[in-house]
C-alpha cells in the first residue's frame, strides 16, 4: 500500500466501522439510561452512571427465560439441520439424485415467504397439540433451514476431489465409512459456516416462535417484542435484554472466525 494512500483508507474503514457500530453502540448506551435521558431532547448519548439494574429487570420479566427457550431450539434446530442436510446434500453431490433441478426445487422451497406459509402450520400443530411446545418451533425452523444446508453443503462436497473417497473404500472403507472418515473432515468449515448461518436465523426469528408459541415457550424476540406495553414501552429493559440476546452470537462468530472464514471461501456458492 502507498503511504499517501493509507491514511485516506485507514480513515474511511474507521468512519464505515463506526457508521456499522452505532446503532449497536446506541443500544449499548440506552440499556443503562434512566427513563428521563432516553426521552431528553437532544438526545443524551452517554448515561449519567453505568447501572446494571436494567440486566437484572430485563432478565427477571423473561428475558432469562426467553434466552433458554432460543438457546434449546437454536442449537437443536441446527444439529439436525447439519446432520440431515450433510447426508442429502453429499447424496445429491455424489450420485447426482434428482438430476441438476432437485437441489434448486430444494433451496425454493427456503424462498417462500414464512407469512405464507405460518397459518397452515399454525393448523396442523393445532390438531397434533403442538401448539406452544419446542417440537413445533424447532420442526419449523427445521423446514426453513434444512434447504439453505442443503444447498450449502453440496457446493462443499463438489469441491472435493471423488478420489479420495474411492481411495478409501479400495482401503476397506464403506461409503458411509467415507463419508464419515473423509468427506465430512475435509469440509469442516463449510459446517462450522453452515451450522452458523442456521443458528443466526433460528436465534433471530419471530414470526414463527410469536404465532406457534403461547407462554410455556417465549423465545427472546417474543420476549423482547413483550416488553412493549400497551401503556409503556421499557426502552432501557429492551436494550439491556437485546444486548444479552446479542452476546451468543459475537462470540461464536468471534470463536469460529477461522473456520468461518475458510468455510465461506470453500465453493459454498457453487450451484
Known amino acids: 500500500m502507498k503511504d499517501h ?9 474507521f468512519f464505515l466501522l463506526a457508521l456499522a457500530l452505532s446503532p449497536f453502540l446506541w443500544n449499548f448506551m440506552t440499556s443503562f439510561k434512566d427513563k428521563g435521558e432516553y426521552f431528553t431532547y437532544p438526545p443524551v448519548f452517554i448515561p449519567r452512571s ?19 427457550d432460543s438457546v434449546i431450539i437454536a442449537v437443536t434446530t441446527t444439529a439436525l439441520s ?18 441438476e433441478n432437485l437441489a434448486f426445487w430444494i433451496l425454493s422451497v427456503r424462498m417462500m415467504p414464512p407469512i405464507a406459509s405460518v397459518l397452515p402450520l399454525f393448523l396442523f400443530y393445532r ?6 411446545t419446542y417440537q413445533a418451533i424447532i420442526l419449523t425452523h427445521l423446514l426453513m433451514n434444512l434447504p439453505f444446508a442443503v444447498w ?47 443458528f443466526m ?11 406457534l408459541g403461547r407462554s410455556r415457550v417465549v423465545p427472546v424476540t417474543v420476549n423482547i ?7 409503556e414501552i421499557l426502552w432501557a429493559e429492551i436494550s439491556a435484554v437485546s444486548i444479552v440476546a446479542s452476546i451468543p452470537i459475537i462470540v461464536i462468530a468471534i470463536v469460529l472466525q477461522r473456520y468461518l472464514v475458510r468455510g465461506l471461501t470453500l465453493g459454498a456458492v457453487k450451484g
Open 5 to 13: 494512500l493509507r491514511i485516506p483508507i485507514f480513515v474511511g474503514i
Open 50 to 68: 453505568f447501572s446494571g439494574e436494567h440486566y437484572l429487570q430485563g432478565l427477571k420479566l423473561g428475558g432469562s427465560r426467553g434466552i433458554r
Open 82 to 99: 447439519i446432520a440431515l442436510g450433510s447426508l442429502a446434500a453429499y447424496a445429491l453431490a455424489r450420485f447426482r439424485i434428482g438430476g
Open 127 to 132: 390438531s397434533l397439540r403442538w401448539l406452544d
Open 152 to 198: 450449502m453443503m453440496k457446493g462443499f462436497f463438489e469441491e472435493l476431489p471423488v478420489e479420495l473417497e474411492e481411495a478409501a473404500e479400495v482401503d476397506g472403507c464403506g461409503r458411509l465409512g467415507a463419508f464419515l472418515r473423509i468427506a465430512l473432515p475435509l469440509v469442516a468449515p463449510g459446517l462450522v459456516a453452515t451450522a452458523l448461518f442456521c
Open 201 to 211: 436465523f433460528s436465534w433471530n426469528e419471530f414470526l414463527f416462535a410469536l404465532i
Open 225 to 231: 417484542a413483550g416488553l412493549i406495553g400497551g401503556h
